[in-house]
Structures are given as structure tokens and as C-alpha cells.
């Protein structure tokens, strides 16, 4: 088993662990509220190919892409799509397990349409509970950046940051639920940066493009004055 292989299967194994389920828990309670207005054709998830954050897409075509498995099996930084193909990435802790962060976002830029989406979980650098916890340590990744960097590499690719937000800020050995959603709520409001695990939406910009939205309310009224016309005429037609 090489290196990567043994990386994505002790990943895979700590999201099986008590901490492990509840930060995936987090990220399928938060993803909806950012894929489900997405529209368009092709979307792909990145990684954990028996784990699913494309269920609340309404994009039809869906697949996991993975080295070792899901129905399209591709390096993350060599995708087998064409330039301007997918309307939709979603990336579960991709960039932190990735040897070559910026390869991969580059990749990403390439493969996503105009004003194409890129969903991107990861783990917070600066999470202060981190390394302090003596049960359910985090994993160490190679590729784990904070936030304001993601954004900086973001914006020099062409992408723009549109939304996101922080989550999971009780130590990682917390298990009273009451405990839990205390800090929760408190971090939130009072240490947001601080959060354990993150997630970042940005879409894809080409400078001097314009997106041409349907003029509904035009159509409405043209399709308003046949209609009249149409009438007009069969009225003619039956006094004739």
C-alpha cells in the first residue's frame, strides 16, 4: 500500500470514530445550504467515495472522483474532464489531504465553468483545541491551510469567495450535547476564526464576461400581445 493509499484509509477510518462522525454530521447539515441553488449539468465530489455531500444537489449528472475508487477514478490535480465542463465541485477535506494544494485548485479553475461553483471543507489550522485534546486527536494532514490563505490563493486563480462559515469549536473529547451546542452558539458569535473545521463556497470569474439573465417580465408581455393578437384574429375570422 503506498503512502497516499495509507493516508486516505486512516483518513477514512478516523471519520469513523466518535470525533470523525460528528464533524461529518456537521457537513451534512451545513452543505445544502450551499449546493441546493446551484444549477447546471455535471458535479463532482472529490475524495470519500462512500460518503455522499451531493445528495441535496439538484444538478442531475452526479459522480465521486477518487484515485481508489467511485465511479470516476482520477488524481484530483489530472481530472479526465474537459476545460469549462463541470458546474459544480465539491471538495470534503480534499486540499488538506492533497500533496499539491495549488495543483488542485488550479485543476478546479480549468475544469469549472463561468460562474461554476467550488465547495471546499477542510480542517482550521488555527483551531485551538487541536493539538491540546488527549482523546480524538485530529488528524495531521499535508495540505491543511487557513481560510484567509484558501482565500488569497482563490482570488489569484480568478475565483471569487462568496460565502462560508466555521463550525465544530468544542474540544474534540466533548461529549455532553448540552456542552456542545453551548460553544457552538458562543463561538459564533464571539471567536468565528476559531472554529475546528470550515466551509468556504467560491465561484469561478472570467474577467469582462456577462452573464445574460432571461428577461421574464419581456416574455411575459410579448407572450401577452400574441395571445391578443391571435384572438383579434379569430374574432375577425368569425365575423367574416
Given amino acids: 500500500m503506498t503512502s497516499p493509499e ?5 483518513f477514512s477510518s478516523w471519520l469513523d470514530s466518535p470525533g470523525g462522525e460528528r464533524v461529518w454530521a456537521w457537513c451534512e447539515e451545513v452543505v445544502g445550504r450551499f449546493v441546493a441553488d446551484v444549477f447546471g449539468f455535471y458535479a463532482i465530489q472529490l475524495g470519500l467515495p462512500q460518503r455522499d455531500l ?31 465542463a463541470l458546474d459544480l465541485v465539491v471538495a470534503p477535506f480534499a486540499l488538506d489531504r492533497s500533496a499539491d494544494p495549488h495543483a488542485l485548485l488550479r485543476e478546479l479553475e480549468r475544469v ?27 488528524p495531521r494532514l499535508p ?47 464571539w471567536w468565528p476564526l476559531f472554529g475546528g473545521v470550515y466551509v468556504l463556497d467560491a465561484v469561478k470569474r472570467v474577467p469582462g464576461m456577462r452573464i445574460i439573465q432571461p428577461d421574464w417580465q419581456n416574455r411575459k408581455k410579448q407572450r401577452a400581445e400574441r395571445l391578443a393578437a391571435i384572438a383579434e384574429c379569430t374574432k375577425l375570422k368569425r365575423e367574416s
Fill in 6 to 10: 495509507r493516508q486516505a484509509s486512516a
Fill in 54 to 84: 451531493l445528495a441535496s444537489s439538484r444538478i442531475p449528472w452526479r459522480w465521486h472522483c477518487d484515485p481508489e475508487g467511485g465511479e470516476v477514478r482520477a488524481a484530483w490535480d489530472e481530472l479526465p474532464f474537459e476545460s469549462n
Fill in 112 to 138: 469549472l465553468v463561468p460562474e461554476g461553483h467550488a465547495l471546499f471543507f477542510g480542517f482550521n489550522p488555527w483551531y485551538p483545541w487541536r493539538l491540546l485534546s488527549r482523546h480524538e486527536r485530529w
Fill in 143 to 189: 495540505g491543511s491551510m487557513t481560510v484567509p490563505r484558501l482565500k488569497d490563493r482563490l482570488l489569484v486563480l480568478g475565483f471569487e469567495p462568496r460565502g462560508g462559515r466555521f463550525g465544530m469549536y468544542a474540544p474534540p473529547g466533548e461529549r455532553l450535547p448540552r456542552a456542545r451546542r453551548a460553544f457552538e452558539a458562543a463561538g459564533d458569535r
